[in-house]
């Protein structure tokens, strides 16, 4: 095999406190462990935010998945300040707007609905990884 097969990195924000940023991340390893698993990994935001180069290196040679849980876009800032290109940018704030009806619960449980709003979040995730890869 010449050299390793790249995967589409998918970097959820950390939105400590927000419901919504936990569908984020639940949509995130939904893909990374369940939908598209040879495809996609995942760093942890906070390890970009501190300068690590592993994590750097990452972003910068793979396609990047960031999910957003508010406009602040921290996680989509910080991938873009480390280096990283060829970004595909989600919210998980703007799956909520597209069905109201799906609100999550909380931060540590987002419930049956916000299970249902994750599930919908990584399957657009997923289309994207598709995308990315081709």
């Keep these: 095999m010449m050299g390793e097969k790249k995967k ?8 400590i406190g927000k419901a919504i940023a936990s569908v984020g991340r639940e949509a995130a390893y939904e893909v990374i462990e369940n939908l598209k698993p040879d495809m996609s990994d995942t760093v942890c935001l906070s ?5 690590d180069e592993r994590a750097r290196n990452l972003v910068r040679e ?3 998945i960031t999910i957003d849980g508010c406009p602040k876009d921290c996680a989509r800032k910080n991938v873009e300040l480390s280096g990283g290109k060829g970004t ?3 919210r998980a704030i703007d799956a909520l707007k597209d069905h109201k009806d799906l609100k999550p619960k909380s931060v540590i449980d987002i419930g049956e ?3 249902k709003l994750a599930q919908i979040l990584s399957e657009e995730v997923a289309q994207k990884v598709d995308e990315l890869l081709k």
């Excluded at 589409?8 to 939105?15: A, W």
């Excluded at 390890?47 to 300068?51: A, R």
Aim: charged content about 10%.
């Design 62 to 64: 793979n396609p990047v």
């Design 8 to 15: 589409v990195i998918i970097i959820p924000c950390s939105g």
């Design 88 to 90: 595909v940018h989600l």
């Design 47 to 51: 390890l970009l935010v501190m300068g």
């Design 113 to 115: 609905e916000g299970k």
